[in-house]
């Protein structure tokens, strides 16, 4: 079932689980697909097209309950279990990473932190090592590692992402600015921030144009 | 025109962009739509589709010229003129910000990193000053300021984004994990990491899913 709902709508779900979220710390125990459409900016019959993708989850005549709704989407999402992940690259976004308290909420545990610069070497950020890339192999074969966050610059980034499949690893965050070429079972969302700040761009500029009109 | 683009569109150009100079840098001055499909792992007929939304660009017959077609993107995407930026908050993601050279190479300077933390007062990232908050509004007046990208906690952000939209700001990258409520005429480009997370753990569950299938 789950290979035939379109990235669009899992893009989405995680949006309605923070909305979820804030509306349980809220203190509100049901809401229908239009009080929520209004909260979310977005048509309530899309709310219920999306979550009609995995059964539906709410009454005619009631609504949703919250709380039931945020733990079914949580997890949809994978949120009720651990995830560890080790982030490759010790510089500031690596360490950005390590320092959101965040993540752990979710489920999502920074374990280490891998570098090449040996003045990173025992560093700690937030309790988490900073541990170097010679010890990387040793560290997967005898932790659980789930997520491979890839902070490095890249012209390293391939290399250290086929290395690390090698390894057993099945799943890449990588925010390294290129498209990794890996293997199907290896499941990989990228975050490309120059993407980001052209689509920003482009949507400046347009709006420009349809001030001049 | 450029209102009936969809974001899904604009989302891909880019990617596009990004292709195209590295076709650039291995000294290719033409590619099919087929060759560029096989490199991008999309279809043709989606590149033909996203292309013509612009006007095309292809000849029948000879293909893209590739120089020309990156060009051509790189105005799409506002990358012909130089956009200021300046970073709240210069914490690790802050500093991270300031710290990728690549940026520059697209036009995007950010020229002063904010902060409150009295201790980053007069810090240089990279030659780009850290200032405190209190500076922000004479600076604003006092420099041409295209982007504010918020990498303050969420606690924050809603606050100080109304702050910067009264001080003239028109554009937000938004690293703060929560959804502004800003004029129409304000661009805001989102960067949710939980969200990044969340999807690639969806991912991998529905992976192991199948797996087991």
């Given at each position: 079932m789950e290979k035939q709902i379109s990235q669009a709508v899992i893009r989405r779900m995680p949006r309605y689980y923070r909305y979820l979220g804030e509306l349980i710390d809220q203190g509100v125990e049901r809401i229908s697909s239009n009080e929520l459409s209004q909260r979310m900016k977005v048509t309530a019959s899309q709310i219920r097209q999306d979550l009609n993708n995995f059964g539906g989850f709410g009454q005619q005549g009631?609504?949703?309950?919250v709380k039931y709704l945020y733990s079914e989407i949580g997890k949809i999402l994978g949120l009720d279990r651990q995830h560890n992940i080790i982030v490759i690259g010790a510089g500031n976004l690596g360490q950005a990473l390590a320092n959101y308290v965040n993540f752990e909420k979710r489920?999502?545990?920074?374990?280490a932190l891998f570098d090449v610069?040996?003045?990173?070497?025992?560093v700690s950020v937030r309790g988490i090592e900073i541990r170097m890339m010679d010890e990387i192999e040793d560290y997967i074969r005898n932790n659980k590692v789930d997520i491979a966050a890839l902070t490095m610059p890249k012209t390293k980034a391939e290399e250290c992402a086929n290395r690390l499949v090698d390894l057993g690893i099945k799943a890449i965050w990588n925010f390294a600015h290129l498209d990794l070429e890996l293997p199907d079972d290896v499941v990989v969302e990228n975050v490309h921030l120059s993407d980001s700040l052209m689509q920003l761009s482009y949507n400046i500029v347009s709006r420009n144009h349809d001030e001049k009109k």
């Open positions: 009631y609504g949703y309950n489920g999502f545990m920074i374990t610069n040996p003045t990173l070497a025992g």
